[in-house]
């Protein structure tokens, strides 16, 4: 953390830090400078930088965006070493370096998840903290080249007439020098952001269908690549005299948002117990509120936007103090009929439909209800 916040290498720990080569090839033009030198002083720079981020900031995250750099520059000095004489104009080889620049930031935004698997099981929490950072980076330098190189093809078709010479070197050049600006201005912000991120994120374990925790990972990251990590998560549901407890989930909530749920749901944090992570769901509703709780059922469940594996318990309220916290929750309690009269409309969440399936085999069996009574 320490390399996040302190000394130099605070100012140089910048997401953007590996499109500062690009800027190399409109600057030089601007000054008349050789192209071909130019070329070879933004390739040496970019792998400079690569080599400075892995020695000096001990990170590699950032060869996410200089090996783009470092690519697209290669392939800009290709085409002017095989056509260069047949382009009089600077402004091609700077134009096609931020073409290529934009398609390999496109293919490195499409393998989002491949490269989050990667970075995910190192150890440097730096990593897994600024990929999300690295990312958006990568987005919004996309979205900027892409939007300047709209603005040259409509600048070259334009009536020359509306030209100049100034006019095509803020085009041409300037604008591409402003765009890594403010992407490192961008940069160093969501640094400062990211360092204070980092003491508040909650982590979660990662775990094995068998419940076995196998690594962990910030829980904001694992919410943006959505299924890629198996979770456990704690579900409570409130039962009194045959009835659930119901009440419909946050509209704001990323998983089956207004359905009707169990009022009670937490993640496990990576090295919290059971108890702990059912005692704070119940907290953040109820307060300081004990109540008898059952483990029933474990299971996997997975869809396009969460992988869980569910630590389902029950609390049988039967005394008027446990019914009396309900009074603060925003449900009511659902029978059996009910239910069952419901079942096929969709308003009720797909975890809480297979925890009824189960419920409805056990402790709502009239035989179980019983034998709960007499205990």
């Excluded at 698997?117 to 990568?138: A, G, N, P, Q, W």
Aim: glycine share 6%.
């Amino acid at each position: 953390m320490s390399v996040l916040t302190k000394g130099f290498r605070k100012y140089t720990m910048n997401p953007a830090l590996g499109f500062l080569p690009i800027a190399l090839l409109p600057m030089g033009s601007l000054l008349d400078v050789d192209s071909q030198w130019l070329f070879i002083a933004a390739i040496a720079s970019s792998i400079g930088i690569d080599v400075y981020c892995r020695k000096v900031l001990q990170t590699q995250i950032f060869s996410i965006i200089t090996v783009a750099s470092v690519i697209s520059l290669l392939l800009a000095m290709a085409f002017y070493l095989s056509l260069g004489h047949r382009f009089e104009q600077a402004w091609a080889y700077v134009v096609f370096c931020e073409v290529s620049l934009v398609l390999l930031l496109f293919a490195v935004r499409q393998s989002k998840k491949y490269i989050g698997t990667h970075y995910f099981f190192r150890s440097d929490m730096r990593e897994k903290s600024l990929l999300r950072d690295i990312f958006t980076t990568v987005s919004l330098g996309e979205c900027l080249f892409t939007f300047h190189l709209f603005g040259v093809l409509l600048y070259v078709l334009n009536d020359e007439r509306f030209r100049s010479v100034w006019l095509d070197k803020v085009v041409f050049y300037g604008l591409p020098v402003a765009i890594v600006l403010a992407l490192g201005v961008y940069g160093s912000n969501i640094l400062r952001l990211a360092s204070v991120r980092l003491f508040r994120e909650e982590w979660l374990p990662i775990v094995n269908e068998q419940g076995n925790v196998i690594g962990k990972v910030a829980k904001s990251v694992s919410m943006s690549m959505k299924n890629r990590f198996l979770h456990p998560v704690v579900r409570i549901a409130l039962v009194n005299d045959g009835a659930i407890y119901l009440q419909k989930r946050c509209e704001c909530s990323t998983f089956q948002p207004d359905l009707l749920d169990v009022p009670f749901e937490k993640y496990i944090l990576f090295k919290h117990d059971l108890n702990l992570a059912a005692r704070n769901s119940i907290a953040q509703q109820l307060g300081d509120v004990s109540l008898p709780l059952k483990f029933q059922l474990k299971y996997t469940y997975e869809d396009s936007h969460t992988k869980r594996l569910v630590l389902f318990y029950v609390a049988r309220l039967s005394s008027p103090t446990e019914l009396a916290c309900t009074q603060r929750l925003k449900g009511k309690f659902w029978t059996q009929k009910q239910i069952e009269d419901e079942l096929h409309s969709g308003i009720f969440g797909e975890c809480f439909l297979r925890e009824y399936e189960f419920m409805k085999q056990t402790l709502l069996n009239p035989i179980c209800q019983e034998a709960g009574k007499a205990l």
